[in-house]
């Protein structure tokens, strides 16, 4: 597992989503190292990590590895951030932490995390996870460059937002063979990872909990927020307007400042 590390005080984990890698925290990472040891690892499958062929890609699966990746770098007490995927993760992670009376976490940040609530995972993933359209999904998007900055405008409130070099870096690790077939392996089992991912929200009722969301966000809808808030009773939520999927690229000046407010205010 390739990560990037910078700073100096308490650990943060930085867990980045389908198809990104610790490229996502380029605004951030360094904002953020001025008060934290910041750790933004490359999940196996994705960024410059290894490709595993046949790796397990459940939820459950990834969370356990990046539990073993903080043993083995001696990260004990920890704050976790993890969007839209990897909040996905980061809420596995905190209740396999919290079910199992291991109190390393401290503080919980959830940047437009997949859940239960939201309709368009639950309706695109096992579309996308079909035998004939995943392998043909895998084929063309490696080839099909012109629908890249289609895809990354789709993921902003406001596209002039993108900076410059988005798009070639998002591209780059997709031309490493596996890219892509990790990703459908990810949505081969989501339907069952979100049922598992709401069993474990009980556990979680006393972590510090913030939800970050944009408001126009169109991967996971920010009408699921609300819901998701309301099963984690000591979380506080920040929308954010005219901001979509990535807040921490569309306005990380401001994201920068929410997260570390949270941190300091706990």
């Known amino acids: 597992m390739r990560y990037l590390r910078a700073g100096s005080g308490p650990p943060l984990v930085l867990l980045h989503g389908l198809l990104g890698y610790s490229f996502s925290w380029r605004h951030n990472l360094l904002a953020l190292a001025a ?155 989501w339907l069952e990872d979100l049922d598992e991912l709401k069993q474990h929200l009980p556990a979680l009722a006393d972590v510090p909990t913030l939800l970050v969301w944009g408001a126009e966000d169109a991967a996971v809808y920010a009408s699921s927020a609300e819901s998701l808030h309301q099963h984690l009773p000591n979380s506080k939520l920040v929308r954010y307007p005219g901001v979509g999927h990535l807040p921490y690229e569309e306005v990380p000046e401001e994201f920068n400042r929410t997260v570390l407010d949270f941190l300091e205010g706990q």
């Open 35 to 189: 008060q934290r040891t910041v750790y933004a690892p490359d999940q196996l499958g994705a960024g410059f990590s290894d490709r595993v062929p046949g790796l397990d890609c459940t939820l459950r699966a990834v969370a356990s590895r990046t539990l073993e990746f903080l043993d083995t770098v001696g990260i004990t007490e920890f704050d976790l951030l993890g969007t839209s995927h990897g909040g996905g993760v980061a809420i596995t992670m905190a209740g396999l932490l919290r079910e199992s009376g291991d109190r390393r976490l401290r503080r919980l940040i959830l940047v437009a995390p997949i859940n239960p609530w939201s309709p368009h995972g639950r309706r695109l993933a096992p579309f996308l996870s079909r035998r004939g359209i995943a392998k043909a999904f895998a084929w063309t998007m490696p080839r099909a460059r012109f629908s890249h900055p289609y895809i990354l405008r789709r993921l902003y409130g406001d596209p002039r937002r993108i900076s410059h070099g988005t798009l070639e870096g998002y591209a780059a690790p997709g031309r490493i063979p596996g890219t892509f077939e990790y990703a459908l392996s990810v949505l081969g089992t």
